[in-house]
T-cell receptor, first 116, second 110 residues
Framework: ETGVTQSPTHLIKTRGQQVTLRCSSQ?????VSWYQQALGQGPQFIFQ???????GRGNFPPRFSGLQFPNYSSELNVNALELDDSALYLC???????????????FGNGTRLTVT | TQLLEQSPQFLSIQEGENLTVYCNSS?????LQWYRQEPGEGPVLLVT?????EVKKLKRLTFQFGDARKDSSLHITAAQPGDTGLYLC??????????FGPGTSLSVIP
């Protein structure tokens, strides 16, 4: 069973640039969630994708966008980067079922983004 | 907006001591999960509690879900250096999304 993998592991960008982060889901998982985690804080929910459509979004501006592909892998795109976007970006996959309340999130190790 | 609070924010104890961390909310959650995160890694699920009043044990860790399903606690007995990490509680919302608390950073000193 392949776990959740994220790329790249580290990235340095300049304010105003655009960035794309990638995530491969764990085998058999059909839902992907993205989180932003500032240093010393808990993960903040950005959005979730199920069957290639966004089906939930946290309090993030439209310059944060995403995609989910037919193989359930996903991308997070951030436009017009700001200094406060510096954080660890975590991708988590899970399985949505009729009784999904106990479906755990399986996280990758994240992408550390630094905006200068 | 459903929010989760955790206390304490930081905890530094000696090996062998006991500790309890708390997770509270003004909202009801259909389930609560506890995760542990180590530096450079993503969070890893420890347990899911679903029923109000439920108690689950995982070796030296005891998890409790409040009767009203608004709060939870994690008790660690005889802490070991390997328990060091960021402990996160997470609640599944009515829209089936998982939101996290700010975490409790635990340091167990040998």
């Amino acid at each position: 069973e392949t776990g959740v993998t994220q790329s790249p592991t580290h990235l340095i960008k300049t304010r105003g640039q655009q960035v794309t982060l990638r995530c491969s889901s764990q085998s058999g998982h059909n839902t992907v969630s993205w989180y932003q985690q500032a240093l010393g804080q808990g993960p903040q929910f950005i959005f979730q994708y199920y069957r290639e459509e966004e089906n939930g979004r946290g309090n993030f501006p439209p310059r944060f966008s995403g995609l989910q592909f037919p193989n359930y892998s996903s991308e997070l795109n951030v436009n017009a980067l700001e200094l406060d976007d510096s954080a660890l970006y975590l991708c988590a996959s899970s399985t949505a079922t009729g009784s999904s309340y106990n479906s755990p999130l399986h996280f990758g190790n994240g992408t550390r983004l630094t905006v200068t | 907006t459903q929010l989760l609070e955790q206390s304490p924010q930081f905890l530094s104890i000696q090996e062998g001591e006991n500790l309890t961390v708390y997770c509270n909310s003004s909202s009801v959650f259909s389930s609560l999960q506890w995760y542990r995160q180590e530096p450079g890694e993503g969070p890893v699920l420890l347990v899911t509690v679903v029923t109000g009043g439920e108690v689950k044990k995982l070796k030296r860790l005891t998890f409790q879900f409040g009767d009203a399903r608004k709060d939870s606690s994690l008790h660690i007995t005889a802490a070991q250096p390997g328990d060091t990490g960021l402990y996160l509680c997470a609640g599944k919302t009515s829209y089936d999304k998982v939101i996290f608390g700010p975490g409790t950073s635990l340091s167990v000193i040998p």
